[in-house]
């Protein structure tokens, strides 16, 4: 199992990003899917996560109303729409995936609860 976190790069406060996430290895419409972040010598943070089928979201309030999770299972691939960026957001950000066959539970929002995580992408904001 692969997962390839892409689209973290540098922008101004009130910008915007996309991050993708390839998975590969897998059967992608069977996973949840998360996005968490992680500052240096801080614990990782949930963000926001995705049932498979795409009909449950959840977000951290910190990112509510600014962060939009969707997914593509046609292409294996789970983005984050991030907006209205603040210098706070500035990290590394990790997709996670955690099998889910066809539950229709809400997807995870622990970090130990997902299995598979990709290498992660910076996002800096300057202020």
């Known amino acids: 199992v692969q997962l390839v976190e892409s689209g973290g790069g540098l922008v101004q406060a009130g910008g915007s990003l996309r991050l993708s996430c390839a998975a590969s290895?897998?059967?992608?419409?069977?996973?949840?899917m998360g996005w968490f972040r992680q500052a240096p010598g801080k614990e990782r943070d949930f963000v926001a996560a995705?049932?498979?089928?795409?009909?449950?979201?959840d977000y951290a309030d910190s990112v509510k109303d600014r962060f939009t999770i969707s997914r593509d299972n046609a292409k294996n691939t789970v983005y984050l729409q991030m907006n209205s960026l603040k210098p706070e957001d500035t990290v590394i950000y990790y997709c996670?995936?955690?099998?889910?066959?066809?539950?229709?539970?809400?997807?995870?929002?622990?970090?130990?609860?997902?299995?598979?995580w990709g290498q992660g992408t910076q996002v800096t904001v300057s202020s």
């Open positions: 290895g897998l059967t992608f419409s069977r996973y949840a």
């Open positions: 995705i049932s498979w089928s795409a009909g449950i979201t």
């Open positions: 996670a995936a955690k099998y889910y066959g066809n539950s229709y539970r809400p997807p995870p929002t622990k970090p130990n609860e997902y299995t598979y």
